[in-house]
């Protein structure tokens, strides 16, 4: 399986990004997907996972700024990034949720900065 993520780029503070990722995952409408995030020193971390039904959940330091939706004819999951902060920065990942190790691809970098 192979997630191919795209999307990330510099963005002034208070700015939007919309990151997508496609998966050849062949049971991808069927699992929840996931979107993690590394920043530099850090530790991998979830931001937000969809289920297979459609039901979202985020940490708490995006609620309201992130939405993450999915396209299950694509196998495609999208990150939308609104009123991005400095500390949104980082490289983001999208795997299922629990990632899967075998699974993580090589990511897009967002970089918010002014």
């Known amino acids: 399986v192979r997630m191919m993520e795209s999307g990330g780029d510099l963005v002034q503070p208070g700015g939007s990004l919309r990151l997508s990722c496609v998966s050849s995952d062949s049971l991808f409408s069927t699992v929840s997907m996931g979107w993690y995030r590394q920043t530099p020193g850090k530790q991998r971390e979830l931001v937000g996972y969809?289920?297979?039904?459609?039901?979202?959940n985020y940490v708490d330091s995006v609620k309201g700024r992130f939405n993450i939706s999915r396209d299950n004819a694509k196998n495609m999951v999208y990150l939308q990034m609104n009123s991005l902060k400095p500390e949104d920065t980082g490289d983001y990942y999208c795997?299922?949720?629990?990632?899967?190790?075998?699974?993580w691809g090589q990511g897009t970098q967002v970089t918010v900065s002014s």
């Open positions: 795997n299922r949720y629990p990632g899967i190790r075998e699974y």
């Open positions: 969809i289920s297979a039904a459609g039901r979202r």
